[in-house]
């Protein structure tokens, strides 16, 4: 049952945040500041890794593909947000609906798969330092990132493929400000409940199997920092404290979402718009800030730059 044949519903109509043209206006100013620094500060990120060689580790490699990432999770939703806080009648057309479905699974399958690479090697570098350069060769990141995007885009797909089938026969409107998978599925003219349990446990188990791949590998690393002498694990702890803020700030709403995935409060548009907006700046902010390679790298760059327009 092809959607061309039974769906009637060529476009939906987003409900966005808010129905006042003020808070609408102040939305957009915010929002567009959090995204601007979001992309900029994420691009920095892989500029400064790139540039200099002192970052040419397996930390900083999987870093700057984190970042990548980040910058194509802020473009999934972000603009067309802050343009329709500008127009009243906010609408997305059905391909579009499932195209920014497709991106923005993708992006976030990929970004968990990522993080767990991370764990590892910081459990390497941490719990197994002789084998640390022999085990996190050039080769395991590379394998490390293209499983992640296909483990990303395949989840993304086996949402997809149902979807894109559902009868869209009449109700269009998506109390959101993008196209969120389960609002999108409650629209359909057909008892949805099955359909509703395939995608809670299509999301739920790639998000549970990595965060709890996650919590046990930053567990033993921080009994293995503990033990270790306090000179030697300062540095080491100030790394973890960064990747765990991360995870507890990005698998957070997600695993909200999850365990009401279906039944929606007011308050989950604004835990949407932290996942979906305030999310990727958390990288540039949370690595850079605390990571004194980064820092010290940033500002060589910085004065190189500035040598450069005096000469």
Known sequence: MAHTNESVVSEFVLLGLSDSWELQLFFFAIFSIVYVASVLGNVMIIVIISSDSHLNSPMYFLLSNLSFIDICQSNSATPKMLGDFLFEHKTISFEGCMAQIFILHSFVGSEMMLLVAMAYDRFIAICKPLHYSTVMNRRLCIIFVSISWTVGILHSVSHLAFTVDLPFCGPNEVDSFFCDLPLVIELA???????????????????????????????????????????????????????????????????YFYIWPFSRLSVDKFISVFYTVCTPLLNPIIYSLRN?????????LRNHHVNSWKN
């Not at 046990?216 to 694990?233: E, N």
């Not at 390679?293 to 940033?298: F, L």
């Open 189 to 255: 003219c057909m008892d949805t409940y099955k359909m509703e349990i395939m995608t809670l446990t299509n999301s739920g188990l790639i998000s549970l199997s990595c965060f709890l791949a996650l919590i046990i590998s930053y567990a033993i690393i921080l009994i293995t920092v503990q033990r270790q002498s306090s000179s030697g694990s300062s540095k080491a702890l100030s790394t973890l404290t960064a990747h765990i803020t991360v995870v507890i700030l990005f698998f957070g709403p997600c695993i």
């Open 292 to 300: 004194e390679d980064v820092k010290s790298a940033m500002q060589k």
